[in-house]
């Protein structure tokens, strides 16, 4: 089992800027891809930012040039850089990783969710 846990969510104001981090523990043989979504009230969960093993990120069109996603690959750990953030911002911060184990098989997993509140 692999668990997650989230922090840095909070209450920030408009184009401030917060970081989110999101450590993996447990039984881990490699963490492939590892990314954040974002879930606003009422509305689906989507992709906000990606990053794979090697380091090739993805961002969603709406977070281009001011969010910025890393990976520390010594600690498990991944991280999404906030900046000139904006109310429509504000939703439940989720983080997820696959996991692969040494036989080949890979495993998904999310976290609790951090909320950001973004005020005007």
């Known amino acids: 089992q692999v668990q997650l846990v989230e922090s840095g969510g909070g209450l920030v104001q408009a184009g401030g800027s917060v970081r989110l981090s999101c450590a993996a523990s447990?039984?881990?043989?490699?963490?492939?891809?590892m990314a954040w979504y974002l879930q606003a009230p009422g509305k689906q969960r989507e992709l906000v930012a990606s990053?794979?093993?090697?380091?090739?990120?993805n961002y969603a069109d709406s977070v281009k040039g001011r969010f910025t996603i890393s990976r520390d690959n010594a600690k498990n750990t991944v991280y999404l850089q906030m900046n000139s953030l904006k109310p429509e911002d504000t939703a439940v911060y989720f983080c997820?990783?696959?996991?692969?184990?040494?036989?080949?098989?890979?495993?998904?997993?999310w976290g609790q969710g951090t909320q950001i509140t973004v005020s005007s």
């Open positions: 447990g039984s881990i043989f490699r963490i492939n891809r």
């Open positions: 990053i794979t093993s090697g380091g090739r990120t």
């Open positions: 997820y990783v696959i996991v692969a184990t040494a036989n080949g098989y890979e495993f998904q997993y």
